[in-house]
């Protein structure tokens, strides 16, 4: 049995909710709510919620700051927000989900259909959302860690760690300095999503790569040379973009 916590200040909102999951999301069999961060607290110790849909812009005590109260996350985490860029970027950074206001009905289906796809342990959840708090604590956004769901759970990574990420259908794999690649199952665009504004730029419809280990460009063959001696190629469509990305901040470039 499938039991879902609904927690919104907005009694609209949560009335809103419910009967989303009650049309689209035939398989939770049960559904609380809360208005306020003390009810919230109360109802997630004794009714045990297995995914919980929370509202971030709350007074008082904001999503976030709810979160830090619970000793123990063993549910799954849904956001649920009008549009926040920086929010949405952490969210996203520490593999959780969001939901804009007002909510889509395919959207919340998707989002319901990756909470019983998972397989994740209670820990996982526990430290994506550990994560999650953590990069909301840093006001630079280069000492946030990403999150990459992997076979044997969550590992976490500096964006300034990651070379280069490689798209292998809907996989992505991920060369790291100073340790050994990493397969997730995301595509790479998601990744480009999220990575593009810490300094990676898409060269190659399979290739995401750190400007900060390029360190030169071979005309003749089109690829961009990496500081590990990796030779990556440019696809044609995309050259002058790089390029005149890489411009602006790299010098010495092969041409």
Same mark, same amino acid.
């Given at each position: 049995?499938?039991?879902?916590?609904?927690?919104?200040?907005?009694?609209?909102?949560?009335?809103?909710?419910?009967?989303? &999951?009650?049309?689209?999301?035939? /398989?939770?069999?049960?559904?609380?709510?809360?208005?306020?961060?003390?009810?919230?607290?109360?109802? =997630?110790?004794? %009714?045990?919620?297995?995914?919980?849909?929370?509202? &971030?812009?709350? !007074?008082?005590?904001?999503? %976030?700051?709810?979160?830090?109260?619970? $000793?123990? &996350?063993?549910?799954?985490?849904?956001?649920?927000?009008?549009?926040?860029?920086?929010?949405?970027?952490?969210?996203?950074?520490?593999?959780?989900?969001?939901?804009?206001? !007002?909510?889509?009905?395919?959207?919340?289906?998707?989002?319901?259909?990756?909470?019983?796809?998972? $397989?994740?342990?209670?820990?996982?959840?526990?430290?994506?959302?550990?994560?999650?708090?953590?990069?909301?604590?840093?006001?630079?956004?280069?000492?946030?860690?990403?999150?990459?769901?992997?076979?044997?759970?969550?590992?976490?990574?500096?964006?300034?760690?990651?070379?280069?990420?490689?798209?292998? $259908?809907?996989?992505?794999?991920?060369?790291?300095?100073?340790?050994?690649?990493?397969?997730?199952?995301?595509?790479?665009?998601?990744?480009?999503?999220?990575?593009? !504004?810490?300094? %990676?730029?898409?060269?190659?419809?399979?290739?995401?790569?750190?400007? /900060? %280990?390029?360190?030169?460009?071979?005309?003749?063959?089109?690829?961009? =040379?990496?500081?590990?001696?990796?030779?990556?190629?440019?696809?044609?469509?995309?050259?002058?973009?790089?390029?005149?990305?890489?411009?602006?901040? &790299?010098?010495?470039?092969?041409?």
């Amino acid at each position: 049995m499938i039991k879902a916590l609904i927690i919104d200040d907005e009694e609209v909102a949560v009335n809103v909710m419910r009967l989303m &999951i009650q049309r689209y999301l035939p /398989e939770i069999a049960a559904v609380r709510f809360a208005t306020n961060s003390v009810e919230a607290l109360h109802l =997630i110790s004794e %009714f045990k919620p297995d995914i919980v849909f929370l509202d &971030i812009e709350m !007074p008082y005590q904001n999503g %976030f700051e709810l979160l830090k109260s619970v $000793s123990e &996350i063993t549910f799954n985490t849904v956001f649920t927000t009008a549009y926040d860029k920086y929010a949405i970027q952490a969210i996203k950074f520490s593999a959780l989900d969001y939901l804009l206001k !007002p909510i889509d009905a395919d959207e919340l289906r998707e989002t319901f259909n990756r909470f019983i796809q998972k $397989s994740t342990l209670d820990m996982n959840k526990h430290l994506a959302v550990k994560n999650l708090l953590a990069n909301l604590q840093h006001t630079n956004e280069a000492c946030h860690k990403l999150a990459l769901p992997t076979s044997s759970g969550l590992q976490f990574f500096l964006p300034g760690d990651i070379i280069r990420c490689e798209g292998m $259908s809907n996989y992505t794999k991920f060369y790291l300095s100073n340790y050994h690649p990493i397969l997730t199952s995301k595509t790479i665009k998601e990744y480009e999503e999220i990575l593009i !504004p810490h300094k %990676f730029i898409r060269v190659h419809k399979s290739h995401l790569v750190n400007t /900060e %280990f390029v360190s030169g460009y071979v005309q003749q063959i089109n690829h961009l =040379i990496l500081k590990d001696g990796t030779q990556i190629e440019v696809s044609r469509r995309r050259k002058k973009e790089v390029l005149d990305e890489l411009s602006g901040y &790299i010098s010495g470039l092969k041409n």
